[in-house]
């Protein structure tokens, strides 16, 4: 059976660091990307990031860009989203999702985790 797991969130300080986990299991070769994204209280969800488990190249929203860094395990079949110097406005429920190919749109992505809360506050 597919499934999607997040895991790794939770209230961190401004400035601080989180490493969110996302362990698949149950998917076959066709769905060879990984994105990671989020969902902010009143408003739409966007991306974070991606990564092409063909050959390894990320990809990530400007908005993250040199904060943020996705990599992967590919023996425990694990995506991790490393987050640096977060803010407040990086808190969000984060996704991770499974689909053929890296892309910005999210109906792209064919599977989702049931997320993780990111809360950066003081």
């Known amino acids: 059976q597919v499934q999607l797991v997040e895991s790794g969130g939770g209230l961190v300080q401004p400035g601080g660091s989180l490493r969110l986990s996302c362990a698949a299991s149950g998917f076959t070769a066709d769905h060879t990307a990984t994105g990671w994204f989020r969902q902010a209280p009143g408003k739409e969800r966007e991306g974070v990031g991606c990564?092409?488990?063909?050959?390894?190249?990320?990809h990530y929203a400007e908005s993250v860009q040199d904060r943020f860094t996705i990599s992967r395990d590919n023996a425990k079949n694990t995506v991790y989203l490393q987050m640096n110097s977060l803010k407040p406005e990086d808190t969000a429920v984060y996704y991770c999702?499974?689909?053929?190919?890296?892309?910005?749109?999210?109906?792209?992505?064919?599977?989702w985790g049931q997320g993780t809360q990111v809360t950066v506050s003081s």
């Open positions: 999702a499974k689909g053929p190919v890296c892309a910005r749109v999210i109906g792209r992505y064919d599977y």
């Open positions: 990564i092409s488990d063909s050959d390894g190249r990320t």
